[in-house]
C-alpha cells in the first residue's frame, strides 16, 4: 500500500513564503513523475507543478518564477516551495504521485489527502 502524506501548509500573509512537503510510504519499486495540484473552493483541481523523474520541472504560468518543485528521492519526499504568495493561491494543496510496485510492473497514481495553505490580504 502506497501513501501520500502532505504537510507544511498554514496561513501566511500576501508576499510571504511556505514550502509543503509529500512524504511517500509503502512498499515499492521506484517513484516516477511527482506533481503538486491545488483546489480552490469552488473551483476545479488544476496542477500547479510537476517533476519527473530525471528532475525535469514543469509549472502552471500562474506560478512560473515564484514557485519551485524539488524531490529528494533518498527520503522519499517532494517539496514545492511558494514565494511572493498571493491570496489568489490559497487552496488545498495535493500531492499525486505515479509509483511503479514491482519492478517491470504497472505504474499507478497515488493522490495524498491535501493541505491547506491560506494566503491573507
Known amino acids: 500500500q502506497v501513501q501520500l502524506v502532505e504537510s507544511g501548509g498554514g496561513l501566511v500573509q500576501a508576499g510571504g513564503s511556505l514550502r509543503v512537503s509529500c512524504v511517500v510510504s509503502?512498499?515499492?519499486?521506484?517513484?516516477?513523475?511527482t506533481s503538486w495540484y491545488r483546489q480552490a473552493a469552488g473551483k476545479k483541481r488544476e496542477l500547479v507543478a510537476s517533476?519527473?523523474?530525471?528532475?525535469?520541472?514543469n509549472y502552471a504560468d500562474s506560478v512560473k518564477g515564484r514557485f519551485t518543485i524539488s524531490r529528494d528521492n533518498a527520503n522519499k519526499t517532494v517539496y514545492l516551495r511558494m514565494n511572493s504568495l498571493k491570496p489568489e493561491d490559497t487552496a488545498v494543496y495535493y500531492c499525486?504521485?505515479?509509483?511503479?510496485?514491482?519492478?517491470?510492473?504497472?505504474?499507478?497514481?497515488?493522490w495524498g489527502r491535501g493541505t491547506q495553505v491560506t494566503v491573507s490580504s
Open positions: 517533476i519527473s523523474g530525471t528532475s525535469v520541472t
Open positions: 509503502g512498499t515499492f519499486f521506484s517513484i516516477y513523475a
Open positions: 499525486y504521485c505515479n509509483v511503479m510496485l514491482r519492478l517491470g510492473g504497472s505504474i499507478n497514481g497515488y
